[in-house]
């Protein structure tokens, strides 16, 4: 059975156009290859119709076979299975593999059966489809509602998913690519499986797969383009020199749509299988591909593009590009993971130093009113006085409004709160970790026995000490570049990580943020420890390290503690 498509095309130029072709009317999933086995055959969003080519096939891996290693916890095997096996788009498998990608990032309970209607009934009333358009949440962007062929009902079960989805999740402000990959999932499989999986992507585990605010979507794109001239260096070169003198800025702001609004639906489906496991990286390194393949493509002696073409239209070239892209999914996956020294490390660094740039810039509309929890003097608000003045049961005000003025703008909005004290804790790591380890950012102080005060500003929860990477292993060091230190007394000083001012070439001994176990907590490292405490929190070391670039804290190196205070943001 075979749906009708709107132009009367033959079955031979199907298969050699390898395109998607939808009847509007049409309520029905229709897969060619397997409409009597496939789950698909359940739902009643749209209808499809694809022809695989010709040729031998390679064996590729099961559901079962991935699920093993899910299941298992092997995320390096898992990854490279999903980068090396082509699935045809129209394979049975994602039925089952996307929604057990997404689920392996969830938190917290499993939602229960029933729990989506539960949700629509709530919003809407009734689990029927009304017949009127549904309001869609503020976060999306209607310029990006991109449908990927779904018939007339299957996008108002888009509209019905995120609508739901803005509702449990408020704190959604902009998210542009919520919709689009709403719709991609609901290919292969029924509404409420489609809400389960975009709520795990919203609020993961460890990975980023989905930005939530207009600050982290600008990020992204700053962060592509920052990457992009050390890793695709002569296309970005390329491209400029065809700018006329305007800035490539522009270019990479439509990024994400590269891939999500260019790429072909083969291509597309193909990289989703990596990001649904991987996260957001993978459409870094897949953008990063379609400039490299641009650049060899434009310049190739028997292009069909030629500079003054570009010129002309600049903007559209790379979306254009995708559009019709010359080489296979296969090909475009293997360009975008044989980038070399691209890890997921340094990607991470450009990002949060890009963020923290645009924080502190306040670049975007919004962020004034985060200024105004400080004075023109750099000083708390007086409503953060007397929060400042309830913070601290052993420093100064003055040595509190020092503090203060060093921390991100966007923590002062927030009432410190006593965490933990060895004062009224006692002095065991066990107890920090119970009461603190859940909190993000927190900021760690100690009054030695010699009077000495200094401590650090600890950006990523403490819990993150037993997280594990892709290959099972309890990762050693933890947090991010905004973590800091500080020294109130004798010397005033700030402390911050040495990659804020670019690239230090320091590698590996430039990212030793934050470290923890049973029997030690340690920030800093790299040629000696900033700060190492012991497991009763009562003695300690300091010494200079890479990482901050820090003199010792106190004039002996060692020191006997006194008090620990730790602060957590309500809020934050």
């Known amino acids: 059975m075979v749906a009708k498509t709107q132009d009367s095309v033959s079955l031979d130029n199907l298969s050699k156009r390898a395109s998607v072709y939808i009847d509007p009317d049409c309520d029905l999933y229709l897969e060619l290859q397997y409409l009597q086995s496939s789950k698909l055959t359940k739902c009643t969003c749209f209808d499809i119709q694809l022809l695989t080519s010709k040729g031998k096939r390679p064996s590729l891996k099961s559901f079962q076979d991935v699920q093993g290693l899910i299941q298992q916890g092997k995320k390096r095997e898992t990854k490279i299975v999903l980068r090396e096996n082509s699935w045809s788009t129209n394979s049975p498998i994602r039925s089952q593999l996307w929604p057990a990608l997404c689920g392996q990032h969830h938190v917290g309970k499993t939602m229960l059966d029933g ?72 290919h292969f499989m029924s509404e409420e499986e489609c809400y ?77 299988d990596c990001f649904f496991h991987e996260g957001i990286k993978v459409f870094y390194r897949v953008s990063l591909a379609i400039l490299i393949l641009f650049h060899k493509h434009a310049t190739a002696s028997n292009s069909e593009l030629d500079a003054d073409t570009i010129k002309n239209d600049i903007d559209n070239a790379l979306p254009k590009f995708c559009k019709n892209i010359p080489v296979s999914p296969t090909k475009l996956l293997r360009t975008a993971f044989s980038i070399r020294a691209l890890s997921s490390t340094y990607i991470s660094r450009v990002f949060l130093k ?49 503090l203060w003025s060093w921390l991100p703008v966007r923590i002062t909005m927030y009432q410190p709160v006593l965490l933990y004290t060895t004062e009224e804790h006692g002095c065991s790591l066990t107890t ?44 050693a060091y933890f947090g991010t570049g905004e973590t800091f230190l500080f020294s109130l007394y004798p010397e005033r000083s700030k402390y911050p990580w040495v990659g ?61 503690i006194r008090v620990l205070e730790v602060y957590g943001f309500v809020g934050a």
């Open 196 to 272: 389960h999986c975009i709520t795990s992507l919203v609020a993961p585990k460890e990975k980023v797969f989905i930005t939530q605010t207009k600050l982290l979507y600008e990020v992204t794109w700053k962060t592509v383009m920052q990457v992009a001239k050390k890793h695709a260096k002569s296309s970005v070169n390329y491209l400029s020199s065809l700018c006329n003198g305007k800035k490539p800025e522009s270019i990479f702001m439509d990024w994400c749509w590269w891939i999500l609004g260019g790429l072909p639906f083969p291509h597309l489906v193909r990289v989703m």
């Open 354 to 402: 890009t963020e923290m740039l645009l924080k502190s810039k306040s670049l975007l509309s919004g962020t004034k009113q985060l200024v105004r929890s400080r004075s023109s003097d750099n000083l708390p608000t007086s409503q953060s006085q007397i929060n400042v003045q309830m913070m601290s049961h052993t420093l100064t005000i003055r040595e509190l409004f020092t």
């Open 432 to 475: 920090f970790y119970v009461r603190v380890e859940q909190h993000e950012p927190t900021l760690l102080m100690i009054k030695t026995c010699n009077n000495e005060v200094f401590g650090a500003y600890c950006s990523s929860r403490w819990y993150e000490r037993n997280l594990k990477d892709d290959r099972g292993q309890r990762q």
């Open 115 to 186: 729990f989506y209607w539960d949700m629509v009934n709530q919003v809407f009333g009734t689990t029927e489809l009304p017949d009127k358009p549904i309001m869609l949440p503020p976060f999306v962007d209607s310029t990006h509602c991109l449908p990927y062929h779904l018939t007339r009902k299957g996008r108002a079960v888009a509209d019905r998913v995120v609508s739901v989805l803005g509702y449990a999740c408020p704190d959604i402000t902009y998210s542009p690519t919520l919709y689009p990959i709403t719709s991609i999932l609901l």
């Open 500 to 560: 804020i001012e670019g690239d230090t070439g320091l590698g590996h001994a430039s990212e030793l943020f934050m470290a923890a176990d049973s029997k030690m907590i340690t920030i800093g490292g790299g040629e000696g420890q900033a700060i190492w405490m012991d497991e009763n929190i009562r003695f300690g070391k300091t010494d200079r390290c890479q990482t901050f670039n820090n003199p010792p804290l106190c004039a002996s190196g060692d020191f006997e």
